[in-house]
């Protein structure tokens, strides 16, 4: 047996849950040498050596990696962190980043199910994220996250090796993945800001604050001088930035912003909700500027049920310019343009160039917006 396949290769015994520890004093002295000195000079580091380091046996180390179920959640832990510590890469997935033979992608998006399939803005990443690893001969592996359990599971599947690198969706603060994927041995790439404060990650984003800022700018421009926002979660940055550029372009100051803004979560139903409180809270509203085309639909809905004309009564601007919906609404939506697809593409770019070993700068790349004018507004 090659010394590559006895690394990925996974003991097999008698039933029951192994927690495996042992003193690293049972290893060969040369082993022991190793993982006291892999920080020092080119060495790699073995199997041999997280399981020095995680004081678990090699064949744990070796379930652990192939996600074997017989391993206790201590000794999965110890495991997990020693090769975070040491930059363990299974010999697989070295050959990966070298040859590119598994020729796959991951494609990781941290939103609940629902959201995920009624927000066309997904369909678009989605379609566009294959079509581009298409033409470059790589699969994707879509990977949706809604659970703690996901969250590991996700984590594993990207320690073991089986992609060549992943693309990332992670929004929301609080979500784990940002922070374990700068220690990760997988180069990665994200879409949007992420809650992890990290300058080694790299990001593909979208000019959310002057979006808003433009968008509620028009509405102004128009003579409208009672302008709302109906606002996205204000756990994403993206959700954040759109509302600081309706601040930055009404003046708005904190007493100001409580009144006139109200949640809509980026959904449909939401939006029209939202629309609802902000007519009973300010019923002399006369310009909205939603931070997403789904919501803008939602209060479009919300105000006819009202009463109020769109445009003549209350002008409405969104945000993203989706196909699927800007222009079917009833008048078609006035809308800040953001390429989801570019976006995506420029995502694939720079993960294409780190999996080929360029050495590419960390940091945040961002992609500019525009007004697009339709009836709404």
Known sequence: MTAETAEASTFTGTGGTDDGRIGTSRLPREVRGAVSTQTQGEH??????????????????SRVVNDSPRVSPEAKESVYSAIRELGYVPNRAARTLVTRRTGAV????????????DDPRFATVVRAAAGRLGELDAAMVLMLVHSPED????????????????????????????S????????????????AAD?????????NRE????????????????????TGPLDEHAAIDRLDGWRLATGANEAETALLTESGHFARQGGERAMRALLDRVPDLDGVFAASDLMAA?????????????????AVVGFDDQPAVAPHTSPPLTTIAQDASEQVRRMVHRLTRLIAGEDVPPGREVLPVHLVRRGSA
């Open 44 to 61: 790699r580091p073995t199997l041999e050596d997280v399981a020095a380091l995680a004081g678990v046996s090699r064949a744990t180390v």
């Open 106 to 117: 991951a494609v990781v998006i941290s939103e609940p199910e629902s959201k995920i399939f």
């Open 151 to 178: 969250e590991a599971r996700t984590e594993r599947f990207l320690l073991g090796g089986h992609v060549d690198g992943a693309l990332l969706f992670t929004p929301h603060r609080g979500d784990p993945l940002p």
């Open 180 to 195: 374990a994927m700068a220690t990760l041995p997988i180069p990665a790439v994200f879409g949007g800001r992420p809650w």
């Open 199 to 207: 300058h080694r990650l790299h990001l593909v984003d979208t000019d």
């Open 211 to 230: 979006g808003g800022r433009i968008g509620s700018r028009h509405l102004m421009d128009l003579g409208r001088r009672r302008i709302v926002s109906v």
């Open 298 to 314: 939602g209060a479009i809905d919300a105000l006819r049920m009202a009463g109020r004309r769109v445009p003549e009564d209350v």
